[in-house]
């Protein structure tokens, strides 16, 4: 085994595990456990198990992204006190005061990619026990926390008559309909990159302040918007129907968890913003603080408590005179 097999090696006995606990449930249930459809929601439980888990660091994620929107001018100004040197020591100096204010902000340009780095060996994981199920049937093996027996059963399992371990690049076990393995795998490329490309999409058009989107880190973004979907979907023709499963139904969580952060929680200064303060303002309700420069306690808490404020403020009765 190479060296990142090893490190993959106790995520995907985890994956696997947690995969294998869902299918055991459903099968417990009444679903037929050799069904497709049975291995495809345990495979969606596995996504709802690992997002629940990060929702500590999809909360950090906020703060950290607040962060970036309040550096901002501070960052502007920075860089037009050094706009021109190109010496050594003027560099040097500014990479010094830039990572003073990530310090100060509590954040740095990498926040954002924190979720999906987390989830990426958990992906890398599911991708090896999946690509990896025909070939250990075949050496009459298990794989991670799969027996040979359960492996087989999941070789054999297909949804639209197309195999879960199939991938567009590599087709599927001999006799096997390759053009439905070809339009499922198209569709689920599709449905995965355009959840990835509408999530992004989202953010820059409703939660970014107009200093955000003039600055220097707002190119890197709009980059990123068009390369991941495209880097995924070229990726996508590799990847067995069961992560493409996977991907696509993270993505959705991910566009679920934003609508709800743009909503409820908008970066101060976006066009979410003002249309909170608008609703809240229709509704007689004062409007929320700026949470973005708070580092000590939780945003999610914090927005809560402000509601549950908000709803127990009751009318007063003026004092009446005493006779």
């Given amino acids: 085994m190479d060296i990142f097999g ?27 456990p050799e069904n497709g459809w049975t291995w495809t929601l345990s495979i969606i439980g ?3 198990v690992i997002r629940a888990a990060l929702i500590p660091v999809f909360v950090k994620q906020i703060k950290a992204q607040r962060g970036m929107q309040l ?3 501070d960052l502007k100004k920075m860089q037009q006190k ?9 560099r040097q100096a500014m990479a010094q005061e830039q990572m003073a204010l990530y310090k100060k902000h509590g954040t740095n340009p990498f926040s ?3 979720p999906m780095l987390i989830q990426m060996p958990f992906f890398f994981a599911l991708f090896q026990v999946l690509s990896g199920i025909t070939q250990a049937r075949q050496a009459g093996q298990g794989i991670g926390a799969l027996s040979h027996e359960q492996v087989v059963q999941f070789d054999e399992s297909s949804i639209f008559g197309a195999p879960l371990s199939a991938s567009l690049l590599h087709g599927g076990p001999a006799g096997t309909d390759q053009v439905v393995v070809s339009v499922l795998s198209i569709v689920m490329i599709l449905a995965m990159t355009a959840s990835q490309f509408i ?28 390369v991941l979907p495209v880097v995924f979907g070229v990726g996508g023709i590799n990847f067995p129907i069961g992560v493409l499963i996977y991907w696509t139904t993270t993505n959705l969580w991910t566009m679920g968890q934003q609508f709800f952060v743009i909503r409820r929680m908008p970066t101060p200064g976006s066009p979410a913003a003002k249309a909170l303060a608008e609703r809240r303002a229709a509704k007689g309700l004062p409007s929320l603080p700026l949470l973005g420069g708070k580092k000590d306690e939780d945003v999610a808490g914090e927005v809560a408590a402000i509601e549950l404020k908000t709803q127990r403020i009751q009318p007063q009765r003026k004092n009446r005179k005493k006779k």
Wanted: aromatic share 10%; charged share 15%; glycine share 6%.
């Fill in 71 to 73: 550096l901002q001018p």
């Fill in 6 to 32: 090893t490190i993959l090696a106790p995520f995907k006995w985890l994956v696997s595990a947690i995969m294998l606990g869902f299918h055991d449930g459903l099968s417990f249930i009444g679903l037929p």
């Fill in 46 to 48: 596995l996504v709802l």
């Fill in 112 to 114: 954002a990619c924190l």
């Fill in 199 to 226: 999530t992004q999409k989202q953010i820059m058009a409703k939660n970014m302040s107009e200093e955000a989107m003039a600055s220097p880190f707002m190119r890197q973004q709009k980059m990123m918007l068009y």
């Fill in 82 to 90: 050094y706009k021109g040197k190109t010496d050594q020591l003027s």
